[in-house]
């Protein structure tokens, strides 16, 4: 399939207009890594003085991991400095590492990502193909996010899988991309998680370490990472056909960008437009779009509880006998995890079927694999 439709800035801005946006600072990157630690620190503080805050920190504390991740992500953009060099040290082993990423690997995954957004070669679709779903299933996932079970999967099972020379199953309702990551990266992860576990010892506060940055990272931070993967993709249309449908941008509010999406990330259907504009420029590109009357096109949400609703709230057509031939074989075969997200663009293009029919075949296939 070819690559997604891409657009050139200057069918869209004169070069005036355009020049703030291909200028990187040489101190914006470095300082937004300081301001994510600076943040955590304060916050394990705050649980270490007023232990009744924990919940709080911890809260805080999961939301700045998803920060590194995304610092990370910026990273990958070589947004973090226009030094090369220090770009990827800042990125690698300041932000990816810690939370049991790679920067080297994630990169050509990303772009590969980009290259293909919302197309059956995206390595990311398996993160936005089965939704819609029922309410109950978001329910179930949101759950085994903050009871641990995902961080459990990802961070144990998958790379004990990867050390036996198993091939981790992919599965829809996973984050496939962290998976990935985790899996190779898992020695300099001990290794800095060791470190900073014999900081928090060596100031007496040893439990610190498993209270203020394990257990958020076990459960707050799978969350929000689940929901802004939800927000970044899902249920977004007409991706194959118009730059301006690769991903969706979400208004935040301030408990929103403290909470759940830090670092400008809810501007992702900027993003998608032009990948090498700073994140710190998204909120201004966003602002020019919508001078230019632009913003139509794109997929805005208010809020993230208004995509949580959309992605969690359409009723399943019936299944057609096709679909319903299809999900027996998913059930009965020992590989059905291992069918990628292409299967449902596959049948969603069938022929010799009307549209509501494709639409219930594609979403009972989705099911199938939940």
Not at 199 to 209: D, I, L, R, S, T
Request: hydrophobic share 45%; net charge positive; proline share 7%.
């Amino acid at each position: 399939m070819p690559a997604a439709p891409r657009i050139a800035p200057n069918q869209l801005f004169a070069p005036e207009d355009w020049a703030p946006f291909r200028a990187r600072s040489a101190v914006a990157g470095p300082l937004l890594v300081v301001h994510c630690w600076g943040v955590i620190a304060l916050a394990v503080a705050l649980g270490i003085w007023i232990p009744w805050l924990i919940p709080l920190s911890i809260m805080i504390i999961g939301t700045r991991q998803l920060g590194l991740a995304i610092l990370m992500h910026e990273a990958a953009h070589g947004g973090l400095s226009r030094n090369l060099t220090l770009n990827d040290f800042l990125g690698h082993w300041l932000c990816a590492v810690p939370v049991g990423a790679s920067l080297n690997n994630y990169r050509p995954y990303h772009l590969s990502h980009h290259r293909f957004a919302q197309q059956a070669e995206d390595p990311d679709l398996i993160l936005s193909a089965p939704f819609p779903v029922s309410p109950a299933s978001l329910r179930r996932k949101l759950i085994r996010d903050l009871t641990g079970q995902t961080f459990f999967k990802q961070r144990a099972l998958l790379p004990l899988a990867a050390l036996r020379g198993r091939q981790a199953a992919r599965a829809t309702d996973d984050h496939a991309y962290e998976a990935l990551v985790t899996g190779r990266s898992i020695l300099p992860f001990v290794l800095v998680n060791a470190g900073m576990l014999a900081g928090f010892a060596a100031a007496g506060v040893w439990w610190a370490y498993f209270v203020l940055w394990l257990l958020p990272m076990a459960t707050w931070f799978p969350m929000v990472t689940r929901i802004r993967n939800i927000a970044e993709h899902a249920c977004v249309e007409g991706s194959a056909a118009d730059a301006f449908r690769a991903a969706r941008t979400t208004r935040a509010n301030w408990l929103e960008r403290a909470f759940i999406a830090p670092y400008w990330v809810n501007f992702h259907a900027e993003h998608h437009l032009f990948m090498w504009v700073n994140s710190y420029n998204l909120p201004l590109l966003h602002e020019k779009l919508r001078e230019k009357g632009l913003l139509d096109r794109m997929e805005v949400a208010p809020g993230y509880l208004s995509v949580l609703r959309e992605a969690s709230g359409r009723p399943a057509p019936p299944a057609s006998p096709q679909a319903r031939s299809a999900m027996r074989q998913l059930r009965t075969s020992p590989n059905h995890r291992n069918l990628t997200a292409d299967v449902y663009r596959r049948l969603e293009r069938g022929t010799g079927r009307d549209e509501q029919s494709r639409s219930s075949s594609a979403h009972t296939l989705r099911q199938a694999s939940l």
